[in-house]
């Protein structure tokens, strides 16, 4: 068996474009893993929001509840809210939501003037 010379300089050549092609798909990787880092940092989306919500209490009456739900789960707000039951003073007993008439953010104004008058007179 005959052993032929390999041309140093084919050699040095095939090196060559083997380094480079791998330092441009490190490069590529490494971009695209600080790009998406980045993107993920911009994106910060609250834990819970305060909400305060007028409600119609079984039996009669109003008031302001306060509460607070995961961002995700505001569209269900008022599904959760009703059949709850809240106290409207320490002495008094829980009485049950029977609806929700209107719920906003807490550094928000109701646009019912009811609500915004109840709510005024609700201590916080």
């Given amino acids: 068996m005959k052993i ?4 140093t300089h084919l050699i040095l050549s095939l090196l060559a474009v083997l380094s480079i092609a791998s330092l441009m798909a ?6 695209n893993a600080s790009a998406g880092t ?3 940092a911009k994106v910060i989306v609250p834990v819970d929001i305060e909400m305060k919500c007028h409600v119609e209490l079984v039996g ?3 008031t ?4 607070n739900i995961p961002y995700g789960n505001i569209k269900e707000l008022t599904h959760v809210l009703m059949g709850q039951k809240i106290k409207l003073t320490s002495e008094s007993s829980a ?3 029977y609806k929700v008439k209107e719920c906003v953010p807490l550094t928000n104004k109701f ?7 109840i709510f005024l007179d609700t201590p916080q």
């Fill in 60 to 62: 009669g009456g109003e």
């Fill in 38 to 40: 980045k993107a993920k």
């Fill in 4 to 7: 032929q010379p390999i041309q």
């Fill in 111 to 117: 646009k019912g003037h009811k609500a915004q008058q």
């Fill in 95 to 97: 009485r049950a939501i």
């Fill in 64 to 67: 302001i509840s306060f509460t």
């Fill in 26 to 31: 490190s490069f590529g990787v490494k971009a």
